[in-house]
């Protein structure tokens, strides 16, 4: 079993509408939680990092919230556009003696016009 | 500022070969960090490296590896190719070391294809 889970694995949502990533993990001990976005064929681009003390991170119209005691992460996309359309991943780093990193297996969002 | 690159962009090689991948960090940036992405795996974390040494790895066979030069640019070798390997490699680099709450920033990945 995954250690990290993330839900819906896709959506399809309406141009202007909001949309709410889940992402749960099991993992410990917690580090930071990254949250990226992945256009089709391209490298993954970092949307927000939170720490054990953060709550909640806004970058744009994309707003992260962690919840380090239910370990439990949201990505709240707000106002989406056609541009919003990829996969998002949810990626939690675990520091023992060095860090580990733990992926989840991505939410595909389409946003249709 | 330039981005990663990673050449080359795509490559076919077949079972039993070894491949070298390149990869540029940003100008300035110190880590540089690996990583295969597969359908059906996902993203999997190889390795970082940073100043010329490798800080951490994952969970991959010996036949992956790696290494930095001393102008951050890094190589990833794969040999013995298996057609498992048939993936997108993906580097990352960034200013501080990994475990760090600094932004990576990824290349486009080199598209790996192995018959």
Request: charged share 15%; hydrophobic share 30%.
């Amino acid at each position: 079993k995954n250690q990290v889970e993330q839900s819906p694995q896709s959506l399809i949502i309406l141009e202007g509408k909001n949309c709410t990533l889940q992402c749960n993990y099991t993992v410990s001990p917690f580090s930071n939680l990254r949250w990226y976005k992945q256009d089709t064929g391209r490298g993954p681009v970092s949307l927000t990092i939170m720490t054990f003390s953060e709550n909640t991170k806004s970058n744009g119209r994309y707003t992260a919230t962690l919840d380090a005691d239910t370990k439990q992460s949201s990505l709240h996309i707000t106002a989406s556009q056609l541009s919003d359309s990829a996969s998002y991943i949810c990626v939690v780093m675990i520091a023992v003696n060095d860090y580990k990193l733990s992926f989840g297996a991505g939410t595909t969002v389409t946003v249709r016009a | 500022k330039a981005g990663v690159t990673q050449t080359p962009r795509y490559l076919i090689k077949t079972r039993g070969q070894q491949v070298t991948l390149s990869c540029s960090p940003i100008s300035g940036h110190r880590s540089v960090s690996w990583y295969q992405q597969t359908p059906g795996q996902g993203l999997q974390f190889l390795f970082e490296y940073f100043s010329e040494t490798q800080r951490n790895k994952g969970n991959f066979p010996g036949r992956f590896s790696g290494r930095q030069f001393s102008n951050s640019r890094s190589e990833m070798n794969v040999s013995t190719l298996e057609l498992g390997d048939s993936a997108l490699y993906l580097c990352a680099s960034s200013f501080a070391a990994g475990h760090d709450t600094d932004t990576q920033y990824f290349g486009p990945g080199t598209r790996l294809t192995v018959l």
